[in-house]
């Protein structure tokens, strides 16, 4: 779908990186461009897992950076900015993730940018927003998941402020930004020219409050954290059985009256009678339903909720959800072939388009490059670019 894009990608850690592979997986050609000692992530770990030239590679880094070539310059020399400034003539986008200022002190500020391509669509992804009182902080994903307000929403209790298991400040600021490079290049068709879109992980975290944010902005009405129960809707959540806990969602009333006699509760009880009773009473109906569940399984509990239609599920962990057909079925887990670890199966993309059975845009998925892999051919083709451009001149 993006076959015909040039991503130039400046970012490293997470949320930069996420948004060029998104592009990538979409069938852009994305070349990240990396300082000569390379993107802080290589060095994040443990884990590493060792390649048959006795290398070491960051299991971290192989989440984010498949479909990518990556080259490596010193933006801080000549070199490094004449290679930029090449990149930058034959590409349709560029992503960053400095801190504010830093790409104009290094020659390269916006209005360069566009004077050097018109059409270029660039993509500045900050920690706090590129302006107001905070702007020049570093964006650090849990540090954004608490100033955010995310952690104050996660967790058992108010006294233990919990981030989420995986970067998810990092993770939705790619995501905004992938979507927003996507819409600027469709204005771009009509206007020809390119603008400059920005996100935040801040603006990351605000954008998913959702429900609980128009809790306070509306009704003034502070959420706390609620631990693994709905704050809005009982009973879903988690809930123990004899071995091992289920989770359940009973989200319409027409739900809860299949669900009540399962647990031998009266659907009309006064107690539990509709949604805003049975959220007041969330306790009460808490234990009652885990009375019941002691005395069988998960496996038979979830036998008898999937009979009487009532949503619900396991716990799984990662190692039984990447063995799970359905997770295989979706074409979430991919084969590429790195080049010094061989095989290895990476966590896929996450959109599939008409009947693939595969997620993403490519056929072949291209490995996470190794530092600087591809310096050679990148020159390559910028020379034939630049060749072709002086021939049609």
Same mark, same amino acid.
């Given at each position: 779908m993006?076959? @015909?894009?040039?991503? &130039?990608?400046?970012?490293?850690?997470?949320?930069?990186?996420?948004?060029?592979?998104?592009? #990538? *997986?979409l069938?852009a050609?994305?070349?990240?461009?990396?300082?000569?000692?390379?993107?802080?992530t290589?060095q994040?770990?443990?884990?590493?897992?060792?390649g048959n030239?006795?290398?070491?590679?960051?299991?971290y880094?192989?989440?984010c950076n498949?479909?990518?070539?990556?080259?490596?310059?010193?933006?801080?020399? @000549?070199?490094?900015?004449?290679?930029?400034?090449?990149?930058?003539?034959?590409?349709?986008?560029?992503?960053?993730n400095?801190?504010?200022?830093?790409?104009?002190?290094?020659?390269?500020?916006?209005?360069?940018?566009?004077?050097?391509?018109?059409?270029?669509?660039?993509?500045?992804?900050? #920690?706090? #927003?590129?302006?107001?009182?905070?702007?020049? !902080?570093?964006?650090?994903?849990?540090?954004a998941?608490?100033?955010?307000g995310?952690?104050?929403?996660?967790?058992?209790?108010? @006294?233990?402020?919990?981030?989420?298991?995986?970067?998810?400040?990092?993770l939705?600021a790619?995501?905004?930004?992938?979507?927003?490079?996507?819409?600027?290049?469709?204005?771009?068709?009509?206007t020809?020219?390119?603008?400059?879109?920005?996100?935040?992980?801040?603006?990351?975290?605000i954008?998913?409050?959702?429900?609980?944010?128009t809790?306070?902005?509306?009704?003034?009405?502070?959420?706390?954290?609620a631990?693994?129960?709905?704050?809005?809707?009982?009973?879903?959540?988690?809930?123990?059985?004899?071995?091992?806990?289920?989770?359940?969602? &009973?989200?319409?009333?027409g739900?809860?009256?299949r669900?009540?006699?399962? &647990?031998?509760? @009266?659907?009309?009880?006064?107690?539990?009678?509709?949604?805003?009773?049975?959220?007041?009473? !969330?306790? $009460?109906?808490?234990a009652?339903?885990e009375?019941?569940?002691?005395?069988? *399984?998960a496996?038979?509990?979830?036998?008898?909720?999937d009979?009487?239609g009532?949503?619900?599920?396991?716990?799984?962990?990662?190692?039984d &959800?990447?063995?799970?057909?359905q997770? !295989?079925?979706?074409?979430?887990?991919?084969?590429?072939?790195?080049e010094?670890?061989g095989?290895?199966?990476?966590?896929?993309?996450?959109?599939?388009?008409?009947?693939?059975?595969?997620a993403?845009?490519?056929?072949?998925?291209?490995?996470?490059? !190794?530092?600087?892999?591809?310096n050679?051919?990148?020159?390559?083709?910028l020379?034939e670019?630049?060749s072709?451009? $002086?021939? #049609?001149?």
């Amino acid at each position: 779908m993006l076959s @015909d894009i040039v991503v &130039v990608d400046l970012t490293r850690a997470l949320a930069g990186p996420h948004a060029a592979m998104m592009l #990538g *997986d979409l069938g852009a050609t994305v070349i990240k461009v990396e300082s000569p000692s390379g993107d802080d992530t290589r060095q994040w770990g443990p884990p590493f897992v060792t390649g048959n030239e006795g290398d070491e590679q960051s299991t971290y880094f192989l989440s984010c950076n498949r479909n990518k070539l990556s080259v490596t310059a010193d933006l801080k020399g @000549d070199d490094g900015r004449r290679l930029l400034e090449r990149l930058v003539l034959q590409a349709d986008v560029l992503v960053e993730n400095f801190r504010p200022g830093v790409l104009e002190r290094l020659g390269f500020g916006y209005e360069r940018l566009h004077a050097l391509n018109p059409r270029l669509v660039i993509c500045q992804i900050t #920690g706090f #927003g590129h302006d107001g009182p905070e702007a020049a !902080r570093a964006g650090y994903d849990q540090i954004a998941q608490g100033e955010g307000g995310l952690m104050s929403l996660t967790g058992p209790d108010a @006294d233990h402020p919990t981030k989420v298991g995986v970067p998810i400040a990092d993770l939705l600021a790619g995501m905004n930004a992938a979507y927003g490079i996507a819409a600027a290049l469709h204005e771009r068709d009509r206007t020809g020219r390119g603008r400059v879109v920005r996100t935040s992980l801040l603006a990351g975290m605000i954008g998913v409050h959702a429900f609980q944010g128009t809790r306070w902005t509306v009704a003034h009405d502070l959420p706390g954290a609620a631990g693994n129960h709905h704050p809005s809707i009982s009973p879903y959540g988690l809930f123990r059985t004899a071995d091992s806990p289920v989770q359940l969602s &009973v989200g319409s009333e027409g739900l809860w009256r299949r669900f009540a006699p399962l &647990v031998g509760v @009266d659907a009309d009880d006064p107690a539990f009678a509709t949604n805003p009773l049975r959220v007041r009473n !969330r306790d $009460a109906l808490t234990a009652r339903v885990e009375e019941a569940f002691a005395a069988a *399984d998960a496996q038979t509990w979830l036998a008898r909720l999937d009979e009487a239609g009532v949503p619900a599920g396991k716990v799984r962990t990662l190692d039984d &959800v990447y063995a799970w057909e359905q997770t !295989r079925s979706q074409g979430l887990l991919v084969e590429v072939e790195h080049e010094t670890l061989g095989s290895i199966d990476l966590p896929g993309p996450t959109l599939r388009l008409d009947d693939q059975p595969y997620a993403g845009a490519r056929e072949k998925n291209l490995p996470p490059p !190794r530092l600087g892999q591809h310096n050679a051919e990148v020159a390559a083709w910028l020379d034939e670019r630049e060749s072709l451009a $002086a021939g #049609g001149a």
